[in-house]
């Protein structure tokens, strides 16, 4: 004779047979289906055909043991929240020194709340200007007041900012994630009152998928939570052009400037002269006091074999 505890389960495992047999019939339905994704008439969605299976099994303990009926509320109440949005930027900082200014960026983000999440800086290499370029993290709320910020750095010649609305998205993941939780707990106390190998390794195979889908939309769901929070801008900062050269002034003063700067002018190139010549005249001077004596030696035979013989 089956003890009620015993009858119990049975009921459960009937619910959850009942739940992957309609899984198995909505996947075969599915595929036949002419692509809407519908389930075929007369059988119930996957996920909730499970869940009502579970449902049911989990009043009738609840029954069984307090004698009475005990519904279970799973229609919720929607309530309103806020619009999340996720903004991400672009902007292009000109400064004099490219590498204080990055320095100086970050420190404004850090002070903002934010972070550095990635920076590459180039050296300046012959006419190539030095450049920096950063991938900030700021809190969505300090956007705009960080951006004016960094315009007293330098002169920022691009900004773009774009802002899109997840909040459907958002929805969505959180409304999976409190039925994934429902049914992974409900699976638990499933789990808990079977007594037979073959229920056991059923509720504990479907229990190990759930958990995992569970896992990865709860990490979906706190990354776009993360790029909600955080604003991506994207920095790039470069060196500006060379200054100006200051007006000359006119008349005398502006002629003797000029005559001047000609003077100095004159004085670098003669310099620049010497210093290309001077090695010229150091190898030419060697080679005049080796050439000497041997100058000499030639005019001195030469001047021998013209003189008569004595004898």
Do not use: H, Y
């Amino acid at each position: 004779m089956r003890t009620p505890r015993n009858r119990r389960v049975d009921r459960a495992v009937a619910a959850l047979c009942a739940g992957l047999l309609a899984v198995t019939l909505a996947g075969c339905g599915a595929d036949a289906a002419d692509g809407s994704g519908a389930a075929p008439e007369g059988v119930a969605a996957p996920e909730a055909a499970f869940e009502e299976g579970a449902a049911d099994a989990a009043g009738g303990r609840a029954a069984d043991e307090d004698g009475g009926e005990v519904g279970v509320d799973v229609s919720g109440q929607e309530q309103d929240i806020d619009r999340e949005l996720v903004t991400t930027g672009e902007a292009t900082l000109v400064v004099d020194d490219p590498f204080a200014a990055a320095e100086e960026v970050a420190e404004l983000t850090e002070k903002a709340g934010g972070r550095v999440e990635s920076r590459d800086e180039t050296a300046a290499s012959g006419e190539e200007p030095g450049s920096a370029w950063l991938t900030l993290r700021i809190p969505a709320g300090e956007v705009t007041a960080t951006l004016d910020a960094f315009a007293r750095l330098g002169e920022v010649t691009e900004r773009s900012i774009q802002t899109v609305d997840v909040t459907g998205q958002a929805r969505d993941l959180d409304a999976r994630i409190a039925a994934l939780e429902t049914s992974t707990r409900r699976l638990t106390e499933l789990l808990a009152d079977a007594d037979r190998t073959a229920d056991l390794i059923e509720i504990e195979r479907e229990l190990s998928d759930r958990q995992a889908t569970l896992d990865s939309l709860t990490g979906e769901r706190e990354l776009l939570s993360d790029q909600v929070a955080m604003s991506t801008l994207n920095l790039s900062i470069r060196a500006g052009q060379a200054p100006v050269a200051e007006a000359r002034p006119e008349g005398f003063l502006g002629g003797l400037a000029a005559g001047w700067d000609g003077l100095v002018g004159t004085f670098n190139v003669l310099v620049l002269v010497l210093g290309a010549l001077l090695p010229w005249a150091a190898v030419a001077a060697v080679l005049f006091l080796i050439a000497r004596p041997l100058v000499r030696r030639a005019r001195a035979n030469r001047r021998r074999a013209t003189l008569p013989d004595p004898s």
